[in-house]
């Protein structure tokens, strides 16, 4: 039993920074791989970031490159998407992705508007 809860999300001007929080509850909750995806109004879900338990250098999607950053807690119990100079083709909802022993888990998304 895994629940994922987004928070964060927000209206912001370009320019400026959200950082977004998924906290997982659940018993002995261990993570294969934990990542962020969005969806914009009549786009299919994408990946924008992904994290991994091993260690290693975290995935980040080209368009997002060099403004946002995964991390997360030493228990995993959190993980963040801290998001800079944002600009109006990130918005978006977003949501949080884990992949367990027990199958794949989402959150229910936090939406994220970023409008002049």
């Known amino acids: 039993q895994v629940q994922l809860v987004e928070s964060g999300g927000g209206l912001v001007q370009p320019g400026e920074s959200l950082r977004l929080s998924c906290v997982a509850s659940?018993?002995?909750?261990?993570?294969?791989?934990m990542a962020w995806f969005r969806q914009a109004p009549g786009k299919q879900r994408e990946l924008v970031a992904r994290?991994?338990?091993?260690?290693?250098?975290?995935f980040v999607e080209d368009s997002v490159k060099g403004r946002f950053t995964i991390s997360r807690d030493i228990s995993w119990k959190t993980i963040y998407l801290q998001m800079n100079s944002l600009a109006p083709e990130d918005t978006a909802v977003y949501y949080c992705?884990?992949?367990?022993?027990?199958?794949?888990?989402w959150g229910q998304g936090t939406q994220v508007t970023v409008s002049s």
């Open positions: 992705h884990a992949v367990t022993p027990w199958g794949n888990h």
């Open positions: 994290i991994y338990p091993g260690g290693g250098n975290n």
């Open positions: 659940g018993r002995n909750f261990s993570p294969k791989v």
